[in-house]
């Protein structure tokens, strides 16, 4: 598996709005990690990263959410009543194994020097039938081709990492989840604000025939823990005829053919 470790620190974003279209891609994320989050119960839910921290999940039957942050936000306004807020990195958890129901990286993984460390600490501190939702960027997108293209490049989002979703997936399955669905939202270059008429029309189009294209993916797993069953020794037949019996039958047999 390639090594998706890089040597220098990526520039991480603040908020959403350090994006061009930062407004329409969190309210984009924030619809199906709803949706998703009605799913998870449990005690604990975890949002890693500023950008899952300012997405609001009022559906989620769980109520008590950690915001885990790199940095004291300057603005807190994002952040839930009932949310705890915890300041640290994501490949280093301060929680104990087996103790969070449901992890949110909203494109957390996108600005990770080490994703592969991330889902690590995800897996290790995750309940046995926890779930995960994560978000990315779709390189096989118009927004992957405009990554590379001299437009804004001042802006963080010319530094995400930009993973595919199956290579995420892939990620997910060594470590022993099972992907439960995955949806694609947004189709546009993510650098420009959508400001034609026609593009709900057009987003929908687009969903329905060519879904592999968009800007942004969500996914959604489940962690899976096989217990381990013992094996029965497998029972001993009993011979067909016995030694004794033989030698009996046979000494008879002498007896009579004598007399």
Known sequence: MKSAFKAKPLRYPNSWGDFPAGEHIQHAVSAV????????????FAKLGTLSSAITL?????????????????DKAGISSHSNLVVGQSHCLPFSENSIDGFLLANELDFAQDPHEILREVDRVITHSGYVIISGFNPLSLAGIAKFLPVKRGNVLHDARFFTS???????????FEIVEQRQVLFSTLF?????????????????????????????????????????????????????????RASTLSRYSSK
Request: net charge positive; hydrophobic share 40%.
């Open 58 to 74: 009022d559906r989620s039957p769980i109520r008590h959410h950690i915001n885990h942050v790199p940095t004291l936000p300057a």
């Open 33 to 44: 990690c709803n949706d998703y989050a009605e799913r998870i119960f449990g005690y604990h």
């Open 192 to 248: 420009f604000q959508q400001k034609w008429k026609g593009a709900a029309k057009l987003q929908q189009y687009l969903s329905s025939y060519l879904p592999w294209c968009s800007a942004v993916y969500v996914i959604l797993a489940k962690k899976r823990v096989f217990p381990m069953t013992a094996i029965k020794p497998k029972r001993k037949l009993k011979p067909q005829f016995s030694a004794v019996g033989a030698s009996a």
């Open 166 to 176: 199956y290579r995420i997936k892939d990620w997910l399955q060594l470590l022993g």
